[in-house]
């Protein structure tokens, strides 16, 4: 493989989310990496032009009723088709999961946000709560 990286979170702090703002996930631990960067904070960073297949993950409850989204953004911008929604109760345990194929840039920063149509306290799971790997293809 000519590039992946990966970056993941098990420190269950808790995320504030305001109604309908999207809040990047944190991502605190960096893991494997090869041809892509990971020296800034809850992100990876391409350094080659390619396609390029990114899996990811958010598991963790919400304080009150609410609908989810989770999102892969390039450059704080929704990338289309990595949109995973999910209506959650309160105090549930509740996993949002995703996996895309996207041509990606040089210098792009690619990062997992999370929003919630009402404002909530998201308290991630025990364990890896969040990750984001990303492979190149091409």
């Known amino acids: ?18 109604a309908s703002t999207q809040t990047v996930v944190p991502l605190t631990t960096t893991g494997v990496l090869k041809n892509i960067t990971g020296n800034n904070a809850n992100t990876l960073t391409i350094t080659s032009d390619g396609t390029y297949k990114i899996d990811y993950l958010f598991q963790g409850s919400s304080n009150a009723a609410a609908t989810l989204t989770l999102d ?19 105090n549930s345990d509740e996993s949002l999961q995703g996996s895309i194929i996207v041509t990606l840039q040089n210098g792009d920063e690619i990062a997992l946000a999370l929003e919630s149509s009402t404002n909530a306290t998201v308290t ?15």
């Open 72 to 90: 892969v953004t390039k450059n704080t911008t929704q990338i289309a088709g990595s949109t995973i929604t999910k209506e959650v109760t309160a």
């Open 1 to 18: 493989l000519d590039a992946f990286a990966s970056k993941y979170d098990a420190t269950e702090n808790t995320i504030n989310l305001t």
């Open 124 to 138: 991630p799971t025990s364990g890896t709560s969040a990750y984001l790997n990303i492979v190149k293809l091409a």
